[in-house]
């Protein structure tokens, strides 16, 4: 009798434990999805915040260092070591709404990316989670215009 209760209690500790741990790692994944989105989107605005101070489209890192984003810590860490890459498309036009299909970086290092998906910022500023072939076509095709 007294294992068998022995063995119960191990079985719920064990269950409480595993069931902390998913929660855990589901919540922690939930912040860095957040996270990323976040960065993508004060990414995408400077690019407009840019062209709107200087009349031109940003074209380099260096280019965004004179807008909002700037104000941040890990930006340009993120841009120089490709974590986020930065598209620079120079066929945009001033109204974000007017560029939807147009991608203005997306997440590039990391489980997420390693796994086949990644999170884009698109020109109208909203961002999704996409497959890295459907990002990989969208780049290709935008060459080709």
Same mark, same amino acid.
């Given at each position: 009798m007294w294992r068998r209760r022995r063995t119960k209690v191990v079985a719920g500790v064990c269950l409480a434990v595993g069931a902390w741990i998913v929660f855990f790692v589901y919540n922690m994944t939930d912040i860095a999805n957040f996270s990323m989105q976040l960065h993508l989107r004060l990414l995408g605005s400077s690019v407009y915040e840019y062209h709107t101070k200087t009349g031109q489209w940003p074209t380099r890192i260096d280019d965004?260092? +004179?807008?909002?984003?700037? +104000?941040?810590?890990?930006?340009?860490?993120?841009?120089?070591?490709?974590?986020?890459v930065m598209v620079w498309p120079k066929d945009l036009r001033p109204d974000p709404k007017n560029n939807g299909d147009v991608?203005?970086?997306?997440?590039?290092?990391?489980?997420?990316?390693?796994?086949?998906?990644?999170?884009?910022?698109?020109g109208d500023l909203r961002t999704e989670y996409v497959k890295t072939k459907d990002v990989r076509a969208n780049l290709e095709a935008a060459e080709k215009r």
């Open positions: 965004l260092a +004179q807008t909002s984003v700037a +104000q941040g810590r890990y930006w340009k860490w993120q841009l120089e070591r490709e974590v986020v991608i203005l970086a997306y997440h590039n290092k990391g489980l997420l990316a390693e796994l086949g998906r990644v999170w884009v910022c698109w």
